[in-house]
Nanobody
């Protein structure tokens, strides 16, 4: 189960920090990531981080957003700075994890948290 939090209403130029906790009987987590679905848009990758802490960002957020993870807490964070109106949307966390050495769930989604940036 993934539980995302941290969304809200913020003015343009402001900051928010999203968190997503993976809970349950998890053996290990491979990659973790954040996706965004804006009004009328498809869900798209914002940032991801591998088990080796290699991060990948959408071009639109490079230099403004930072993804990180806490391995002990099975948590992924998204620090969002210099927010713009176009960052508005529902943010979903996504993880690729192993429940056992034989059972892999490569595409687990959280419930989403709404970020609204007012201009």
């Amino acid at each position: 189960q993934l539980q995302a939090s941290g969304g809200g209403l913020v003015q343009a130029g402001g900051s928010l920090r999203l968190s997503c906790v993976a809970s349950g009987n998890i053996l290990s987590i491979n990659s973790m990531g954040w996706y965004r679905q804006g009004p009328g848009n498809q869900r798209a990758l914002v940032a991801s981080i591998s088990s080796g802490d290699s991060a990948n960002y959408a071009d639109s957020v490079k230099g403004r957003f930072t993804i990180s993870r806490d391995y002990a807490l099975n948590t992924v964070y998204l620090q969002m700075n210099s927010l713009k109106a176009e960052d508005t949307g529902v943010y979903y966390c996504n993880v690729d994890l192993y429940l056992t050495t034989l059972v892999r769930l490569p595409n687990v989604w959280g419930q989403g948290t709404l970020v609204t940036v007012s201009s």
